[in-house]
């Protein structure tokens, strides 16, 4: 169990003062979620909600940096698996039905489906 956990609704870290979460917290969070960075983000985004309503007047980009910025930093990123991921999804097309569900203007103004009487 760590000492740097958040004391609220200050949000500074119990065992150093700092605010939460301190770099050692961080570090501690790092090692404890290396295989679970999603889990990682939605840990941190409960206690960024949860901050938020406590500290309302601080800005919520300087929260998110707080608490989320740090979370992504350090891991690399494969750009050649990036980039195809993103290339294959601007060329997919998908096919579309035949007039289904597609809105109709006719001189009733009725709104009805193509096809529906």
Do not use: K
């Not at 500074?12 to 999603?38: F, I, K, M, Q």
């Not at 993103?86 to 109709?104: I, V, W």
């Amino acid at each position: 169990m760590t000492t740097h956990g958040p004391v609220m609704p200050i949000w500074s870290c119990g065992g150093c003062n700092l605010p939460w979460p301190c770099p050692t917290r961080r570090r501690e969070l790092r090692a404890e979620y290396a295989d679970a960075p999603v889990s990682l983000a939605l840990y941190l985004g409960a206690y960024l909600v949860q901050a938020a309503e406590d500290m309302p007047w601080t800005p919520a980009g300087v929260l998110h940096r707080r608490f989320l910025g740090w979370s992504r930093t350090g891991r690399p990123i494969d750009a050649s698996s990036t980039a195809s991921r993103y290339s294959n999804r601007a060329t997919r097309t998908r096919p579309r039905p035949a007039s289904a569900g597609r809105m109709t203007s006719d001189d009733t103004g009725s709104g009805r489906l193509a096809g529906n009487p």
